[in-house]
């Protein structure tokens, strides 16, 4: 096993190959268009490459060429079973490991007799897989791909379609270039991408505006009635009953960005989403400068991610929730005091 090396990842490209491209459950921007990018880029080989996503991806991601032929495995799993029996390569794309697909796909990802190939920038990946192209330090899966091309000298093949994917990937990981940029890399593979030909304003419309009513409803409920801010602590949360999103029709994605507004406020260093859906409260957590939320996360709530974005989950009540999550950061009420803004 080697870690970031993408000839790697090359040295299985050798021969036309039937490939599956797997993104993570609840599909953001970076799953997908690293997905989608990648797509147009082997298929250009002769590879044979299908695209499956756990469940469907929100709607201002569904522009993205490509999109239709995503397999979505919630809505045809004996298609996704046998695409995942009969492949020769599955690339797991940014996600650390198999269960970050959801129970169903995992069994399938797991059993598969295919080489398994990690291309992924979150901490820890798992290490059952055969090729693992790990880099924390990258701003974005799309990053990592954009690297893996040019680091195959094979940048003539991004066209528009490979072009537009990592533009969304990497637009969409940074909050527009604002948090995750450890390099001038993202700056110059935006460039380049521009360089291309695709459009990046009528990209950034359909990413930035493209709110339904009820999601635009939703935040501002969001905001206006369920944000709490302890500027003692520097922490600030929102949370959402079931009751609550179902009243605005809630739709995948529609909360995605709902944990920065919180984060916004001056002073306040911890920031966090809980969501309920189905019996589980999900919590999405986000941070300012060097309070990792990513160790909270996993020693707290069962999830880990990136220092200053991470998710988790929590298996009892809201409000058990919230009391657990107010005396975890009671504990760091150091390391909030100390974080210099
Ligand atoms: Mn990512």
């Not at 072009?163 to 990937?169: F, K, R």
């Not at 304003?201 to 505006?209: K, M, T, W």
């Not at 929102?238 to 609550?244: D, G, P, T, V």
Request: proline fraction near 2%.
């Amino acid at each position: 096993m080697k870690y970031n090396r993408y000839q790697n990842i090359n040295n299985q490209l050798l021969t036309p190959k039937k490939i599956v491209l797997s993104a993570h459950a609840n599909p953001d921007g970076d799953t997908i268009g690293s997905c989608i990018a990648l797509y147009h880029y082997l298929t250009q080989f002769g590879h044979q490459v299908i695209v499956i996503s756990p469940n469907e991806a929100p709607g201002f991601l569904q522009w993205l060429q490509g999109y239709e032929q995503v397999l979505i495995y919630d809505n045809d799993t004996k298609k996704a079973e046998s695409e995942i029996d009969s492949a020769d390569l599955i690339f797991a794309v940014d996600y650390n490991a198999f269960h970050r697909t959801g129970a169903g796909l995992e069994t399938l990802l797991d059993k598969a007799s295919a080489i398994k190939i990690l291309i992924d920038h979150h901490p820890n990946p798992d290490g059952l897989f055969d090729v693992i192209i790990s880099d924390t330090s990258s701003s974005s899966t799309a990053e990592m791909i954009f690297r893996f091309i040019e680091d195959s000298e094979q940048l003539d093949k991004i066209n528009k379609d490979v072009a537009a994917g990592l533009y969304v990937g990497l637009l969409t990981d940074t909050g527009s270039f604002s948090f995750s940029i450890n390099s001038d890399k993202p700056y110059k593979m935006a460039a380049f991408l521009y360089n291309t030909g695709i459009d990046i304003q009528a990209i950034n419309q359909r990413i930035y505006s493209a709110f339904t009513e009820s999601r635009l409803r939703l935040t501002g409920y969001a905001i206006s009635e369920k944000l709490v801010v302890n500027h003692i602590l520097r922490f600030a949360y929102i949370s959402l009953s079931k009751a609550e999103l179902d009243r605005f029709n809630h739709q995948n994605g529609d909360t995605e960005s709902l944990v920065n507004y919180a984060l916004s406020l001056e002073n306040i260093v911890a920031a966090v989403l809980l969501t309920e859906k189905e019996g589980t409260i999900r919590l999405s957590f986000r941070s300012k400068g060097k309070f990792a939320v990513n160790e909270i996360a996993s020693e707290y709530f069962e999830g880990g991610g990136h220092r200053n974005a991470a998710g988790g989950n929590s298996f009892v009540t809201m409000e058990e929730t919230i009391q657990k999550l107010n005396k975890i950061l009671s504990q760091y009420k150091n390391q909030l005091a100390e974080v210099q803004l």
